[in-house]
């Protein structure tokens, strides 16, 4: 039997000392409804930061690979440059100079730099 499974602990949101349901053994973390939402909201706001930041890395890490992919034919064609949004880059010139990921990724962060400064969070398509 865990020791504090049935004594009091502080509530992981205002800190009281509180009695836990002895039916919920040990899940519960906080004193009533109003910390228990609270927790959630938190827990909820983590998640999704954490979540965004995973799906944007992963989301530039395929652009990468696939751009690599298709870059089988090194001409100039223009079938393998990524693609262009709003800002309109020295993208052929950054590819000529640096190669296709570095020209990606200058692309990724201008257009994530842009997006910040407008106060919107516009996806990168
Ligand atoms: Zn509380």
Redo the contacts with the bound molecule.
Sequence with gaps: MAKNSYGKRP?S??R?WFLPDVRQKGRQK???PD?QRELHRRQCKDWNKKNKAYFKNNYLGKKIEKSVDKKTVPDSSGASLPHQTKPVLPIEIIITEYGIKPAIIVQYLVTQIINQTRGRSTGFT
């Design positions: 509530c949101i205002c009281k906080t004193c009533g910390c």
